[in-house]
């Protein structure tokens, strides 16, 4: 499927790799204009060359989603470039692996910073420019694990379903304003976030097995899903969380 996001401006966090990175090239050959943001300056820079080489649209931000600071300058850089914004992909997260025993108190705020403070502060500071569009977007990047339960990740399933939360509740806030608030919750893609897990063949093999498409998803994957979201296709669409993990959570056994 193919949607036209022809002059749509937007900002997508985490753009530097994986499903962030596919998400601004996905936008970008659909006509969007394209902030790529991240915390990693010189993959941020990679991915918008790419995307202009490709033909498209974009700057590169160096922002850290966790600092206030950096938000508001990513915002205002946005929106002094493009002259407005109108669709926000709040996709920069961390992984983290702890059962709930060992978890450091330092674990705790670096992923609640980034995955769900960040998210929070993102949007924040976006609403104003969404809400004059006209036809504003918001797609959060949560995750099957703020749906179901893994022992090892307790606080990586706390924060993804914190996303899950304020998604709904933005969306009834925002509805008529014009602006639409949708989450996707991926299931396994194969991103650098994943590799240390993919590392032990056992659990690949397990976590293949759990997939009844029998294989894990690919960035690209996400992207097509998040750009019908941001696109007008969806314009009656808000507070839904479309989960994408070729029917791993519907698996019975
Ligand atoms: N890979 C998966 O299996 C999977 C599954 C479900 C959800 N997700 C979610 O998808 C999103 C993207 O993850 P990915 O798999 O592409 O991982 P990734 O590690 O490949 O990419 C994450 C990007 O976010 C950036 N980032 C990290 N902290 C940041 C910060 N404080 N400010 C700005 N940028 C920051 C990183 O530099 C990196 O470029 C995350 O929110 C993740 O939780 C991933």
């Not at 499903?19 to 941020?44: H, M, N, P, S």
């Amino acid at each position: 499927m193919s949607v036209d996001l022809k002059g749509v401006r937007a900002l997508v966090t985490g753009a530097g790799s994986g499903i962030g990175k596919a998400i601004a090239r996905r936008l970008a050959a659909g006509g969007c204009r394209v902030a790529a943001t991240d915390v990693q300056e010189d993959r941020v820079s990679e991915v918008a060359r790419t995307i202009r080489d490709e033909g498209g649209d974009a700057l590169a931000i160096r922002a850290d989603v966790a600092k206030q600071e950096d938000v508001d300058r990513m915002t205002a850089q946005t929106v002094s470039a493009f002259g407005g914004l109108d669709v926000v992909i709040n996709n920069a997260g961390v992984g983290s692996a702890a059962f709930i025993e060992s978890v450091q108190d330092s674990e705790i705020e670096r992923v609640f910073g980034v995955n769900l403070v960040g998210v929070i502060r993102v949007t924040r500071a976006a609403t104003p420019h969404l809400k004059n569009s006209g036809r504003g977007r918001i797609v959060n990047i949560a995750s099957v694990e703020g749906i179901r339960g893994s022992g090892l990740l307790p606080v990586y399933s706390a924060t993804k379903a914190g996303v899950i939360g304020m998604t709904r509740a933005n969306a009834v806030e925002l509805a008529r304003f014009g602006v639409t608030v949708n989450a996707v919750c991926p299931g396994p893609i194969q991103t650098e976030m994943l590799s240390p897990l993919l590392a032990n063949e056992r659990y690949h093999e397990k976590l293949i097995k759990g997939v009844p498409m029998r294989r894990l998803g690919v960035p690209e994957d996400v992207a097509g899903a998040v750009a019908f979201f941001a696109s007008e296709e969806s314009s009656f669409i808000t507070g839904n969380v479309l989960v994408i993990d070729g029917g791993m959570t519907v698996k019975a056994l």
